[in-house]
């Protein structure tokens, strides 16, 4: 009995300690313990240290085949368990159990920086993590799109923005917020830096944020002239539709060829130009709502195109549409886009025919950074001042005898209320005016 004893402690132990040289250590000292006889602990201690060599080698190479093949996040692997027998199946069994738990592990961490990855990537404040090494982490969509560029892997290559760029997302310190407007090759942005610290894996960084003041400014601006246009139009319409309406009547009853006839005619038709008028003002602020679907940027551009040219007429205007690739596609309202598209040609004709001789006129469009889609309407007319292009996009500003200036107005509604934008490009070096709208 005491033997048989000695036999499955000694099996026991090499179970739960033949993982290590120390184990094997240990695992012979109790051999010895149990048979003292100095001939028989000799031989034991042998074939102990045999046993334990074998299978110590054996399922180290396992050990350390399992942890090469995570560290190349590869867990394709399995160790058998169907021709294996004893030690190595419960052993097999194991390792297999284990790399079960640290796949599970190692799948739910992918997802958590993939969600991670997506909600700053939904935000419209531009993110950049950097390392005391100025080297970028971490960045999002937005990052790119304000600072204009498509990789960016270290603050070094803001320098091919604008030099003040760099070196104030690079020496901004957390908590401090700072200013900064610079010139890209689109035009002038201003940009709201802030900073902030942190440590990833105990290395400290910084989180630089970037907002887009000018668009902040537009936004509220936008708002605050719909409130406006919103109270104006009522006022007026009921203060001026009981005039029309009674001096409507009252032209009925009053006999023809006389001055007050001729009066009441004069305040009905001013009052009815005058219904007219503020009637198209409200479309500015009952745009429909939008319902997006997803259609060929290309075919409804070559429609609107299509009409520009009928309105342009055989003359020295000539269109251009680029779109790549042919299959792009836009999630919007179709219509509402078109109306943007055809406003934004009208006003890119009168540019060009004001302008006395050969133009030409460009529809583009393509992906942008962070899925986005960009499409551009642009001519190479006269440059718009700087004075006219800071008010281009204020409710019923105009520099035409015509204009109504709502239009554009109109087509920034339009792409707000789309999820997208529209703002003015000047590129004064190829002389070319654009109206990009960016589709979220």
Not at 95 to 122: G, H, P, V, W
Not at 128 to 156: C, F, M, R, Y
Not at 198 to 225: F, G, H, M, T, Y
Not at 331 to 359: F, P, W
């Amino acid at each position: 009995m005491r033997f048989a004893g000695g036999i499955l402690r000694f099996k026991l132990i090499l179970l739960a300690l033949s993982t290590s040289a120390s184990a094997a250590a240990a695992a012979v000292f109790a051999v010895r313990e149990m048979w003292p006889a100095a001939g028989v602990s000799v031989i034991i201690w042998i074939i102990c240290c045999c046993i334990l060599f074998k299978f110590y080698g054996k399922n180290g190479k396992k050990i350390s085949y399992m942890f090469d093949a995570m560290d190349n996040d590869d867990f394709s692997f399995k160790f058998d368990t169907r021709n294996v027998a004893g030690t190595d199946l419960v052993v097999n069994q194991y390792l297999n159990r284990i790399k079960m738990i640290l796949q599970r592990y190692a799948s739910e961490a992918r997802e958590r920086e993939k969600f991670y990855e997506t909600t700053l990537d939904s935000v419209d404040t531009g993110i950049i993590v950097v390392n005391e090494k100025g080297a970028v982490l971490q960045k999002n969509s937005k990052a790119l799109e304000l600072t204009g560029l498509n990789i960016l892997t270290h603050i070094a290559q803001l320098k091919r923005v604008d030099s003040g760029l760099a070196s104030l997302i690079a020496g901004i310190a957390p908590g401090e917020r700072r200013r900064i407007t610079f010139q890209t090759e689109t035009g002038s942005r201003s940009l709201s830096v802030a900073g902030t610290s942190a440590a990833i894996k105990q290395e400290p960084v910084r989180i630089i944020a970037l907002n887009d003041i000018d668009n902040e400014l537009s936004e509220n601006e936008l708002d605050s002239w719909l409130k406006l246009i919103r109270v104006l139009t009522h006022e007026i319409m009921n203060s001026i539709t009981p005039i029309t309406s009674l001096s409507g009547t009252l032209l009925d009853k009053v006999e023809k060829d006389s001055q007050v006839r001729d009066g009441i005619e004069v305040i009905h038709k001013t009052g009815c130009d005058l219904i007219s008028f503020v009637e198209n003002y409200r479309k500015f602020t009952h745009v429909p709502t939008p319902e997006p679907t997803i259609f060929y940027i290309k075919e409804t551009a070559s429609r609107a195109m299509a009409l520009a040219s009928q309105q342009a007429g055989a003359g020295r205007i000539s269109f251009h549409l680029d779109i790549e690739p042919d299959d792009l596609m836009v999630y919007a309202d179709e219509k509402l886009i078109s109306r943007v598209l055809t406003n934004l040609l009208k006003n890119a004709v009168q540019a060009t025919e004001d302008s006395g001789k050969g133009r030409n006129i460009w529809i583009s469009a393509r992906n942008g950074a962070g899925d986005k889609v960009i499409v551009d309407v642009s001519n190479d007319g006269p440059e718009i001042p700087d004075d006219v292009a800071a008010h281009i996009f204020v409710p019923f500003f105009t520099t035409k005898k015509n204009g109504s200036g709502i239009g554009l107005s109109l087509s920034r509604q339009i792409m707000r209320l789309s999820g997208g934008s529209l703002t003015l490009r000047t590129d004064k070096e190829k002389g070319i005016t654009s109206f990009r709208m960016t589709f979220d």
